[in-house]
């Protein structure tokens, strides 16, 4: 088993710009949920999901959205990048709503 | 809504002492988890240990063990024999079991360094 995966680690991008964050994970999880972690604020979260076919909004959805078209794959795509996105982010999943959830390894998104 | 609130920014402790890191939550509902997370400097988010609100017996994995005081909304962590890979950041987190879909509410953390 893989667990939960993230890609890219490390990403830069320019005002304006879009782009998506991977996250799959190999354990059949029903529950994967986005995260974003800035410095002295903890963890938050910014959207979640309950199953394929069904999203919904976190604390701090603005600027993010997101799909679940398989169990796999939960992408987390920045619309048009702003410096207040500068964070890293983390990718969770868990069987049900209320196991435990097991984190990916995170990637730092840094908006110029 | 509920919150998490960690208030001790940073923490040192000397190799093989204990330490005890502070939790507290608000909330108004009866059933509910709590967790603290380890986040190492490779960044990776760790369960440490998990506690459910109906319980009443205190969670313990190994040398991890919580105070749990649901009447007074405290959540702490005692480390014992502390080692040098305990340092990291410590999270405490906090999940509704009513109407929350299984999401976490995390506090700010704790900077943990032990020191040999």
């Known amino acids: 088993n893989a667990g939960v995966t993230q890609t890219p680690k490390f990403q830069v991008l320019k005002t304006g710009q879009s782009m998506t964050l991977q996250c799959a994970q190999d354990?059949?999880?029903?529950?994967m949920s986005w995260y974003r972690q800035d410095p002295g604020m903890g963890l938050r979260l910014i959207h979640y999901s309950v199953g394929a076919g069904i999203t919904d909004q976190g604390e701090v959805p603005n600027g993010y959205n997101v799909s679940r078209s398989t169990t796999e794959d939960f992408p987390l795509r920045l619309l048009s990048a702003a410096p207040s996105q500068t964070s890293v982010y983390f990718c969770?999943?868990?069987?049900?709503?209320?196991?435990?959830?097991?984190f990916g390894p995170g990637t730092r998104l840094t908006v110029l | 809504a509920q919150t998490v609130t960690q208030s001790q920014p940073e923490m040192s402790v000397q190799e093989a002492e204990t330490v005890t890191l502070s939790c507290t939550y608000d909330t108004s509902e009866n059933n509910y988890y709590l967790f603290w997370y380890k986040q190492p400097p490779s960044r990776q988010m760790i369960l440490v240990i998990r506690q459910e609100a109906y319980k009443q017996q205190n969670a313990t994995e190994n040398r991890f063990s919580v105070n749990f005081q649901k009447a007074a909304k405290s959540f702490s962590l005692k480390i014992s024999d502390s080692q040098l890979g305990d340092t990291a950041m410590y999270f405490c987190?906090?999940?509704?079991?009513?109407?929350?879909?299984?999401?976490?509410?995390f506090g700010k953390g704790t900077k943990l360094s032990v020191k040999p």
């Open positions: 969770a999943s868990s069987w049900r709503n209320y196991n435990e959830q097991f």
């Open positions: 987190a906090f999940m509704k079991l009513r109407g929350s879909q299984g999401n976490l509410i």
């Open positions: 354990m059949n999880h029903e529950y």
